[in-house]
């Protein structure tokens, strides 16, 4: 069982920035696929972005160029630098951790952008 806590939401103007971390139990990390979905009110889960274990990553059209996904494999440590937020962007962020057929949860935290 992988444990994940997410931090580093709250409210923020339009045009701000906030960076979300994501800090992952075990000593697997380095190994894992690691993702920020977002869920707003009456809407499906949706990726946001994901870093693979080697690196790569991968970003919703609606985020590009403004958000950026890094990890830090020392800390077990996901993070999302969020730049120039949107009202749209306000949603529960979820942090995820995928090894082949399993996959892992974080409890979420809110991000709230005001216009």
């Known amino acids: 069982q992988v444990q994940l806590v997410e931090s580093g939401g709250g409210l923020v103007q339009a045009g701000g920035s906030l960076r979300l971390s994501c800090v992952a139990s075990g000593s697997d990390f380095s190994f894992y696929a690691m993702g920020w979905y977002r869920q707003a009110p009456g809407k499906q889960r949706e990726l946001v972005a994901q870093i693979t274990s080697d690196g790569s990553t991968n970003y919703a059209d609606s985020v590009k160029g403004r958000f950026t996904i890094s990890r830090d494999n020392a800390k077990n440590t996901v993070y999302l630098q969020m730049n120039i937020l949107k009202p749209e962007d306000k949603a529960v962020y979820y942090c995820?951790?995928?090894?082949?057929?399993?996959?892992?949860w974080g409890q979420g935290t809110q991000v709230t952008v005001s216009s």
């Open positions: 995820n951790a995928r090894l082949a057929w399993r996959y892992w």
